[in-house]
C-alpha cells in the first residue's frame, strides 16, 4: 500500500466520517442489482412456461401427425387380399418418422401407432349413438386386462385370405370396454347393429371386455371413447362408443370398409414438461421443413404426409415471449438509468462533504493518482460488497443471474465516486486564473455552453433515433426489430424532457419569480426565491427526480392500460357476458333456446345471431373470407348498449322486427355458407335474392381489404347477393374482416336466417348460459379474462410494471433526499446568518421549504405529466396487444391513484425534510456559526 502512494489511515477514516451516504450507495446498488440480475432470468423461465401453458392449451394441435396410405391390397384374383402385416406397417411408419424428426425426438412422447374406422350409426333402436373401431399402439400397448372373454382375434381361416368386392360384409372383432359394454348391453360373441352412412351393414362382433389398467396412459386421450361412451363427438345429443382392434382383427377391419376408409396414423405429442423457451425455437424450424418436405394429401402412393400446427403455436408463442422480454426491457432500463442518476447525486453529496479534506490532502502534496486509488479502492469494496448482497438475494429466487444488467449500476458506483473526488481536489489546486480581457472570458463561457449543448444534442439525437426505431420496427427480432434501442426509447426520451422543457425551463422561471419578489415588500419572500434561484441551475437533481417520477408513471400507465387492455379484449372475444355457440345438429333449437335464456333470473339482453366463418366475399376482383354477421341488429344494439363495447351504428333499412327463423320444415334457400338452409315462413328462396336492392351492411376490415368496391356474397345454385357498405362494423372475437347485416334485410334478400350464435348480458348471464349448454359450446367473459390474466407472462409483466414503480419512486425520493442534503450547509449556513438579522426559526423552515419547493413541484407535477407523454407516444409499438390478445393496440388508461400517489410522495418528503435538518440544525450555536463560517 505504501509503494501505491495509497493511505490506509484516510481511507478508513473518510468510511466512518460519511458512513451515511456510503450506506445509502450501497443500498441503491443492492437493491438494483437483485432486481435487475434477477427479472431477466425470471422473464427466461417465465418464458418456458409459456410455451408449455400454450403446448397445454393447443392439445391436438400441437400434436406432430405423420400420415401414409395403406399398401394396395388388390388380390391375384380380382378381389381384396388381406394384409397380416398391417400392425407391423403402422410400426414400421413410427420407426421410419422417429428418424426423420430430428432434435423433434428430444421433446416428443414416444409415437403411437393409430388407426380409425369411419364413424357407424348404432341401428338398436336408440338415439344418436355411433361407433367407430380404433387401433392404438404405442411402446406399453396401452396395457388391458380382459375380465370377459379373449382379445380380438382373426376372423380369416387362413392369413394370406382374398376377398370379393362385392361379398357379404366382413366380421371383425373388436373388445368393449366396461363401461361400454354395460351401456350397449352386449358381451363376448355378440354381435353389434352397426351402419354405415349409406345404412350398409357391418358384421362388427365382441370378442371380450377389458379393463384398462392405466386409464391415464396417454394413448387413451386419441380414442377416449374406448374407455367411456363419449358425448358430443359426432353432434349435440349424440354418445360415441368405440371399438378396440387387436394386432390380428386389425387386418379384418381394413377388409371391412373401404380401399382408404382406414386411416394410418401416427402421431407424436410434445411432452410440456421438457419443453423450454430455447427448445421452442429450434424444433419450429424443423417442423416447418418436415411440412415442406412431404408428401401432398393427393399424393395416391404411400408417401409420408406430416400435419401439425405445432409450429403455427410455437410461432404465436415466441411473439408474445418477445414482446414481454421488450417490455421489460424497457421497465429495466428505466430502474438502471435513475438508479444511476441516483448514484451519482449520492457521489456529489459524499464529495461535498469530503471537499475540505481532499483539498488539504491535496495542499498537503498529495497526487492526484494516490486520492483517486484510495477513493477507487473504498468504491470497488463497496460496490463488490453491495452487489454481491444483492446477487445473493437474486439467487434466492433465481438459479442464476443476469451479469450484463448489473453493469451500469456496478459501474456507476465503483467510477462516480473517485470521478467526482478527482475533479474536487484538482479544481481546489489547479493554478489557472480567470483572464482579464473580456472577450476571452466571453470566449471560455461560450465554449463551456457548447459543450453542455453539444451533449444535450447527443442525447436528443439518441432519443429521436430510438422513438423512429421503434415506431418503424417495433421491438420483435423476429420482425426485423431489435430490442436494446426501442427498449431505451422511454427513458431516453425521459432524459431529452429534463433537458430540454424541465432544466432549461425551471432557471428561467425561477428567475423570474426572484424578480417579481424583489419588487415586493415581503423580505421572506425575496430569500426563498433567491434559494430557489442559486438552487435551480443544479442538473443532476433535476434530470433524477424528474426521471423517477416519470417512468415510475410511465410504468403505472404500462399496468393499467395492460390491465384494461385485458377486460376489453374479452369483451370483445365474447361480445357479451356470456355466449354460447349452438353446435351445427341443433341450431334450429336455437330459439327455443335463447327463450329459456332470456327468462332466467338475472339475464337482461339476449340477442341471436347467424354466424358464418370464412364467408366467401369478394370485394372488387378478390375473394375476401370473411366473418358474415346476421343479427337483428335492434335486438343487438340493445345488447351492446348493457356492455363496454361501442354502440352498433344505424343500419338503414333494419325494421326492428324479428325475421323468421328458418325450421325443420318449409322450402329451402340457399344460406350464405353455401350449403342449402331451410327456409321459415314468408322467407323467398332461390334466385330471389338478384333482383333486390344491394343489402346495407356494416364493415369491419383490417388494412382495408373490404373498402373501396362491391362486396358480394357468392351462393349455390342463386345468383349473388350484393351488400353496400354503409358504416364501420365492430369486432366481432377479434376477427379481421367482419361483415354484419341485419337479419330481416337478408330474409327479404331470400336467405334462410338460422342462428347459430346466442350472446347474453346481466349478472346471471353465466349462470343461465352454463344450464343450457347441453347443446352448445358456453364462453364466460369473466372466466376468460381470468384465464389470460393468470397467463404466465401477463402475470410476470404486470408484477415487473409494480416493482418497477415502486422501486422508481423510492429511488426518486431518496434522490429527492440525497439532493436536499447536498444543498443543506449551504443553505443553513446562510439561513443562520440570517438568524442574526432577526430572521426567527419558523421563517427559516419558510425559507428553506420556498428552497426545495420548484424541485419538488417538478416532480410532483411536471415528471408525471412527462411520463403521460412518453407513454402515449412509446407505448403503441411496444405489442401490448400480443399479451392482451386484441386485435389493435390498447388504448392508453391513466393510473389515477398512482399520480396520486406519486404527486402527494414529494411534498411529503419535503414537509418531512425541513423539520428534521431545522432539529439537526438547532443544535449548534449561533456563535460557532459565526466564528467558523458554517453551519
Known sequence: MIRLGLHGASIRGRARADAGPLLLSA????VVSMLAGAVPVLLRSTADEAVREAVRAAADLADVRVEARWESDDGMNGGRLRDPRLAAELADLANRSLDDLGPLRDVLEPPVGYTASPTLKVTDGSVLRTFQLNYLRDATGPAVVWISGKAPASSAKQADVEVPWNGPPWPVQVGLSEAEAAALGAGPGDRLQLADEQRNPKDVRVSGIYRA??????????????????????????????GLLSDESLPDARLAFGLDDLTRVVRFSPDPDVLTWDAAQRIAATVVGLKASSGTSANRGTASHWQTQLDSVLRDVQDQIEAATAQASVLLTAVSVVAVLVLLLAAELLVARRAPA???ARQRGASLLALGGELLLESVLLAAVSAGAG???????????????????????????????????????????????????RWARRTTALRRLTAELAVVIAAAIAVVVLHQRGVLPSAGGTVLLPAAAPTLGVLVGG?????????????LVLRRAL??????????????????????????????????????TLNTTVAAGLTEGTWRAVGADARLDVSP???????????RIAAAPGVRHVALAQVTENAPIVAGDAQRPSRLVVVDTTTFRDLLADTPLPALPSLPGATGASPPVAGPTGATATDPTGSTATAGPGTPAGPGGSSGPAVPALVRSVGGSLHGGTLTLPQKGAPPIRFTAVGAAPAIDAADNVVLVDAAAMTAAGVAYQPNTIWVTGPGAAE?????????????????????RSAPLVTGLLRLAWASAGTLLALGLLGFALSAATGAPDRWQTLSRLRTLGLRPGEARRVATAELLPLTLLAAAAGPLLGLLLAQLTLGPLGLRLLTAQTGDPSLILPWLGLAVIAAAFPAMLAALIPAESALRRRRRLSETLRVGGA
Open 27 to 30: 443500498l441503491v446498488v443492492a
Open 213 to 242: 389398467v392405466n386409464p391415464d396412459d396417454p394413448a387413451w386421450r386419441l380414442a377416449p371413447w374406448l374407455l367411456n361412451p363419449t358425448s358430443g363427438s359426432d353432434g349435440a345429443g349424440s354418445t360415441r362408443f368405440g
Open 358 to 360: 481532499l483539498t488539504v
Open 391 to 441: 446477487v445473493l438475494a437474486a439467487r434466492i429466487f433465481v438459479p442464476s443471474v443476469a451479469w450484463g444488467w448489473l453493469l451500469p449500476v456496478v459501474l456507476a458506483a465503483v467510477l462516480a465516486g473517485p470521478a467526482f473526488g478527482l475533479v474536487t481536489a484538482y479544481r481546489a489546486t489547479r493554478d489557472r486564473r480567470v483572464p482579464a480581457n473580456r472577450n476571452a472570458r
Open 499 to 511: 433537458l430540454l422543457l424541465l432544466l432549461r425551463v425551471l432557471p428561467p422561471v425561477t428567475g
Open 519 to 556: 419588487r415586493s415588500s415581503r423580505p421572506l419572500a425575496v430569500f426563498g426565491a433567491a434559494r430557489a434561484a442559486s438552487a435551480s441551475g443544479r442538473a443532476l437533481p433535476v434530470l433524477a427526480l424528474a426521471g423517477a417520477a416519470a417512468l415510475a408513471t410511465f410504468a403505472l
Open 585 to 595: 345438429d341443433a341450431v334450429s333449437s336455437a330459439p327455443s333456446l335463447a327463450s
Open 768 to 788: 343461465a348460459a352454463r344450464a343450457n349448454a347441453t347443446a352448445a359450446t358456453v364462453t364466460i367473459r369473466t372466466e376468460l379474462e381470468r384465464a389470460r
